[in-house]
């Protein structure tokens, strides 16, 4: 029979042991990082949009108080419909089209392209050519002055001016059609094209400044110059 002989060294050796408290601490360390990486893609994976602290009916005006910043995670498609978080300053002030609910979040069609008529105001349509306003360059929203010429041409012509101060309501473009070259027939009807040139223009006016401005559009030529944004007046609900 054979018999083991244990040498000093291998006799006073000590059995190795698993460090239970480096184990626990490294499973820790795995789990924090773990977590902290899920985090990390969740939280980048969303989006700050708007949404509506309440309920608001149609032609309610966005007060600082009526937008709130929430994260979401959503589609691109979904995102492009949305406003982003960094509009916000953009959308005071703003009337909205539709209504919205409490929490619900904010789509650029819930959003009014022109500012809602005060009582006592009218929009009034003038035709208009991009050489006689501006070049065209108009939007809702601007201030302008409206000047008239009578006699145009003649050495009695006199120019004068019709309002000093009005905004611009909407601005109306002529429609061009454009066909869609296809290879069967009866395809994709003209459509309109939305970049023609501008040729109408409404303006927000008093019932008196109504009067003036018709007088002057049938009896003249018009002429619409842009204005330097104003100081909003004091117990006024449109511009003078």
Do not use: C
Request: aromatic content about 4%; glycine content about 8%; hydrophobic content about 45%.
């Amino acid at each position: 029979m054979a018999t083991a002989i244990l040498s000093p060294a291998r006799a006073l050796r000590q059995p190795r042991r698993v460090d239970l408290r480096a184990v626990f601490g490294l499973f820790l360390l795995l789990v924090a990082t773990g977590g902290s990486i899920v985090f990390w893609s969740a939280a980048s994976d969303t989006r700050a949009v708007l949404v509506a602290t309440r309920d608001l009916p149609p032609g309610a005006v966005l007060g600082a108080t009526d937008l709130a910043v929430a994260r979401v995670r959503v589609d691109d498609a979904i995102y492009e419909t949305a406003w982003p978080a960094a509009t916000r300053e953009e959308l005071i002030g703003k009337a909205l089209a539709e209504p919205v609910h409490a929490q619900q979040l904010l789509v650029r069609a819930q959003l009014a392209s022109r500012a809602p008529l005060a009582a006592g105001q009218l929009a009034l349509t003038i035709p208009i050519r991009p050489e006689t306003a501006v070049g065209g360059g108009l939007r809702p929203g601007d201030s302008v002055q409206v000047l008239s010429t009578s006699g145009k041409g003649k050495p009695e012509s006199e120019t004068y001016v019709v309002l000093r101060r009005v905004r611009v309501h909407d601005v109306g473009r002529e429609e061009r059609s454009t066909l869609v070259s296809t290879a069967s027939a009866g395809d994709t009807p003209p459509r309109p094209e939305a970049q023609g040139p501008v040729n109408t223009l409404t303006l927000v006016v008093t019932q008196d400044e109504a009067l003036e401005l018709a007088r002057a559009r049938w009896n003249g030529e018009l002429d619409v110059a842009l204005l330097p944004p104003a100081e909003p007046e004091r117990g006024r609900g449109y511009e003078q």
